[in-house]
Structures are given as C-alpha cells and as structure tokens.
C-alpha cells in the first residue's frame, strides 16, 4: 500500500507543516506519564487482590486490569510510534515510500482506541448483574467467564484492525504527518466508509451502554438504601436508627459503592473524551460531501484525538483516587460521631439484614 497524495491535501503543499520540539516532547511526557500512572493503578490493584477474591468480585478485577493494560499498551506503543514520526520529518513528504509501518500504526489506533471502550462496556454490564441479579451473578459469572469476554472483546477489536492488513480498506498518515488511520474525509471506497463507520459505531454503543448501565446501578444501589423497611418490632426500628449513624461511613464506603464509583467516573471521562472524535467520524461518513475547509476538519480531528488520547491518562487515576481507603476518609469526614463499640446480637442480625446488598 502507497499513500496516495489526493487522500491527503496537506501532504501537497509546499507548506507543510513542521514538527516543532514543543510536539515531540508534549509525545513523551503524554506517553511517560501515562505508562507511569497506568503501572501504579495496577500495582493498587494487586495490594488490592485479596480483597476483590474474598468479597467474590474477581471477575470485575479481571475486567479492570484488563482495561489497564490495553491503556499501557496504547500509551506505549501508539507513543513510540508518534515519537518516531515527529523525529522522522521526512516520512510525510516520502509520498511513495511503502507505508507498512503506517500500516502497523494505524491498525494499533484502531485496537488501543477500540479496546478501552469495550472492556468498559464489559464492566459496566458486570457491575449492573452484580448489583440488580447478585445470586444469577454468583452463580454465572465466574473469572473464566470474564476471560471469554475479555477475548472476544480483544479478538473483535483486533479483527476491525487488521482488516486494512488484508487489504480491506486502507490506512494513510493523518495530518500532521503524527498519525496514521482510516480515511476520514473526502470521498471513500465503500470498505473506507464501512470501517470507519463500524469503528464509530462500536465506540458509540460501548459509550451508551455503560452509561445505560452505570445509571441502572447507581439507581438500583440508591433504592437498596432509601427505600423503607417493614419492621416487626419497634425495637428493631430503634436497633436501625442507632445502628445508622454508626454504618452510614461504612455502607457508603463498601466495596459495590466503590466500583461504582469508580466506573461512573470512567464512563462520564470516556464520553466526554470519545465523543467529539467518534461523533465527527460518524457524522463525516455520513455526509462526506461536507462543505467545511480542509483546514478546519484537520484541526477538529486533531484536537478530538488529543482529546480521545486523554482517556488513557485518567482512567487509571480513577482507580488511584477512589479506591476504598480514600473513600473511608473522605465518607468517614462527613460525620463527627463516633460508631458505638458494642451492640447485642439482635441488633447485628437486624443491621445484616437491613444492608444485604451492601
């Protein structure tokens, strides 16, 4: 495969763009930082592994560091692949040279950029079976289960990215000459539109899945704690209302609120990182006889990569910030009284009952 000129109207003029020292070392501090804070969340969760197996919550753990690593291998490789291209400044003008590194750049986008989404997909229908079906989920979900899916979410990512490999599709170097992907403007081959718009459409439904999910849990977790309980005594309503003061830090701190926590932050980054880049894709396939000038398509997709590229940066802090010790402190704050040591056995049983699905 060549890249062909007339796909990229940059790559014509004589005015190219140049690559300022500014972009190369922005590449390599996205790129460190990124790796740095992606092996500490997966150093967290390994401290953390012990509690995830003992409270039956393995298979989330396995989704998560899954969608770690996919962000350390993109941060990684996709850095190291643009650093090359900022340092090569000749690469973009070479327009015959064979593009098979473009080939391989491109393909790695679209899985690291795929990736991510799916497996936050995966996490998101997890936690809403967990918390809506827990005696279904404890049956059917198991660590196997979650290694299916994180392989048939890896596989069907790598299946889209290689297409191009097979000479389904094509991949050219994007401007400014930092980046390879599908085509994206002008008019395309019908396989250049298809996988351009399989690639927006199973970022977008990845994207309104979880957070159809995520907004189900978090709905289904505030009803296990609002809503009212039939008590059959007075003293087990007196045992409740003493016993709440003392849970509330705890209950809000448990370990479902935690991930929950956790994954509504994830979503809510995801979108507003993914968006602009997946819409504009989709919209541009949908109408590729768009009137706005070369100039302006460039910068938007430019800005909504960096945008997309961010994604990668903040989901491990998610983890790193609210993990359950942070949490404890932050719920434990709230709330100046001091749990009462010492409770009958009445009252224990009727708080076990009473936050089940905590």
């Given at each position: 495969m060549?890249i062909?000129?007339?796909e990229?109207p940059?790559?014509n003029?004589?005015t190219?763009?140049?690559?300022?020292p500014?972009g190369?070392?922005?590449s390599c501090?996205?790129?460190t930082?990124g790796a740095?804070?992606?092996?500490?969340?997966?150093g967290?969760?390994?401290?953390s592994?012990?509690?995830?197996?003992?409270q039956?919550?393995?298979p989330f753990?396995?989704l998560?560091?899954?969608l770690?690593?996919a962000?350390l291998?993109?941060?990684?490789?996709?850095?190291?692949?643009?650093?090359?291209?900022?340092m090569?400044q000749?690469?973009?003008?070479q327009v015959?040279k064979?593009?098979?590194f473009?080939?391989?750049?491109g393909?790695?986008?679209?899985?690291f950029?795929l990736?991510?989404l799916?497996l936050?997909?995966?996490?998101?229908?997890e936690?809403f079976?967990?918390?809506?079906q827990?005696f279904?989920?404890?049956a059917?979900?198991?660590?196997?289960?979650?290694r299916?899916v994180v392989?048939f979410?890896?596989?069907l990512a790598?299946m889209?990215?290689?297409l191009?490999?097979f000479a389904?599709?094509?991949y050219?170097?994007?401007?400014p000459g930092?980046?390879c992907?599908?085509p994206?403007?002008?008019?395309q081959?019908?396989a250049n539109?298809n996988?351009?718009?399989?690639?927006?459409?199973l970022?977008l439904?990845?994207?309104?899945?979880?957070?159809?999910?995520n907004i189900?849990?978090?709905?289904?977790?505030?009803q296990?704690?609002?809503?009212?309980?039939n008590a059959n005594?007075?003293?087990t309503?007196?045992?409740i209302?003493?016993l709440s003061?003392?849970s509330t830090s705890s209950?809000?701190?448990s370990?479902?609120?935690e991930?929950?926590?956790q994954?509504?932050?994830i979503?809510?980054?995801?979108c507003?990182?993914?968006?602009?880049?997946?819409i504009?894709?989709?919209?541009?396939?949908l109408?590729?006889?768009s009137r706005?000038s070369?100039?302006?398509?460039?910068?938007?997709?430019?800005?909504?990569?960096r945008?997309a590229?961010?994604?990668?940066?903040?989901?491990?802090?998610?983890?790193i910030l609210l993990?359950?010790?942070?949490l404890?402190r932050?719920?434990?704050?709230?709330y100046?009284?001091?749990?009462?040591?010492?409770?009958?056995?009445?009252c224990?049983?009727?708080?076990?009952?009473t936050?089940?699905l905590q």
């Amino acid at each position: 495969m060549k890249i062909n000129s007339s796909e990229s109207p940059w790559l014509n003029s004589s005015t190219s763009p140049v690559i300022r020292p500014s972009g190369i070392g922005m590449s390599c501090f996205t790129m460190t930082f990124g790796a740095i804070s992606n092996l500490t969340a997966l150093g967290i969760l390994a401290k953390s592994r012990v509690r995830f197996r003992r409270q039956s919550k393995a298979p989330f753990l396995l989704l998560t560091v899954a969608l770690l690593l996919a962000d350390l291998g993109g941060h990684v490789i996709l850095g190291a692949f643009a650093i090359y291209l900022h340092m090569d400044q000749r690469y973009k003008m070479q327009v015959e040279k064979p593009t098979t590194f473009c080939q391989v750049f491109g393909a790695s986008m679209v899985f690291f950029g795929l990736c991510p989404l799916l497996l936050g997909c995966a996490m998101a229908i997890e936690r809403f079976v967990a918390i809506t079906q827990p005696f279904f989920h404890t049956a059917m979900i198991t660590v196997t289960h979650a290694r299916r899916v994180v392989l048939f979410l890896s596989s069907l990512a790598l299946m889209l990215a290689v297409l191009p490999l097979f000479a389904v599709g094509t991949y050219t170097i994007q401007f400014p000459g930092t980046w390879c992907f599908l085509p994206i403007y002008g008019p395309q081959s019908k396989a250049n539109t298809n996988l351009a718009l399989a690639f927006s459409c199973l970022g977008l439904i990845a994207l309104t899945l979880s957070l159809l999910c995520n907004i189900l849990s978090g709905l289904a977790l505030l009803q296990a704690r609002i809503r009212p309980h039939n008590a059959n005594t007075k003293s087990t309503a007196r045992c409740i209302r003493r016993l709440s003061s003392a849970s509330t830090s705890s209950l809000f701190c448990s370990l479902d609120v935690e991930m929950m926590a956790q994954l509504a932050v994830i979503t809510v980054v995801s979108c507003v990182c993914w968006s602009p880049f997946l819409i504009h894709i989709l919209v541009t396939q949908l109408n590729q006889s768009s009137r706005a000038s070369t100039q302006e398509q460039d910068g938007f997709i430019l800005l909504g990569l960096r945008m997309a590229s961010w994604n990668q940066i903040l989901d491990p802090w998610v983890y790193i910030l609210l993990r359950k010790a942070v949490l404890s402190r932050v719920c434990c704050a709230c709330y100046t009284q001091r749990p009462r040591e010492r409770t009958n056995s009445f009252c224990a049983d009727s708080h076990r009952q009473t936050f089940s699905l905590q």
